[in-house]
């Protein structure tokens, strides 16, 4: 077992946040989160609804709290996989760098049409082009994920296994390297 602080995972719709996340909690015996099912457990709704009534604003309200109450709450044995648009807030970001080793999922913008192609559930992409939806949010966004990750993988044309890990030994080389030059 390997012993690290929390995990979380960042990157656009389609990386694999919550099939590493879950892969990769099971590896190092951590428990498991995925932020969009504390959001939707905490509001007793789906996230198409909160949209719905709340719009975006209301689910972004939402998300920082659930992220604020996660990250500081569990202390060394959790792995959370967040939504895509967790780093558009600055609050966001300064929790994700205060309270884990915060690894980017990079994936190309066809690899995450491709990924998300086959369901309804993120509102954002309900759009007659999903494509040019994913690649302006990418051009915002890789910067900012890539401001808050200590790691960044890469994951196109990889296996799910073989993505996890790719992340564990990652973690693993990061954190001897730590203990190394501390
Ligand atoms: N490396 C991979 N190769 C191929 N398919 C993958 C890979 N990783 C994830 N997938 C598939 O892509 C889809 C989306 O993955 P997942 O839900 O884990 O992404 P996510 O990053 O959590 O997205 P979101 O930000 O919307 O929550 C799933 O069907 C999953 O099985
Ligand atoms: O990229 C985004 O902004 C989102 C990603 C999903 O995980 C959900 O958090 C929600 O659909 C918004
Ligand atoms: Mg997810």
Excluded: C
């Excluded at 689910?59 to 659930?66: D, S, Y």
């Excluded at 890789?142 to 044309?157: F, G, H, K, N, Q």
């Amino acid at each position: 077992m390997i012993k690290a602080p929390n995990i979380i995972l960042v990157g656009p719709m389609g990386a694999g946040k919550t099939t590493i996340g879950r892969l990769i909690s099971q590896s190092m015996d951590k428990d498991f989160y995925d932020l969009d099912k504390v959001i939707e457990d905490n509001a007793g709704a789906d996230i198409p609804w909160i949209f719905e009534r709340e719009g975006e604003d209301g689910f972004r309200k939402r998300e920082t709290q659930a992220l604020a109450s996660v990250a500081q709450s569990d202390k060394g044995d959790s792995v959370l996989a967040t939504g895509g648009g967790i780093v558009m807030r600055e609050e966001n970001r300064d929790i994700l760098r205060e309270n884990a080793l915060v690894v980017y999922l990079y994936a190309s913008v066809a690899q995450q049409l491709y990924r998300t192609s086959k369901s309804t559930h993120r509102p954002l992409l309900q759009t007659g082009d999903p494509k040019a939806t994913l690649k302006k949010l990418f051009e915002v966004r890789d910067p900012l994920y890539r401001e808050v990750a200590t790691l960044v993988i890469e994951t196109d044309s990889r296996h799910p296994r073989s993505v996890a890990n790719k992340v564990l030994d990652a973690i693993k080389r990061h954190l001897k390297e730590e203990t190394t030059t501390s």
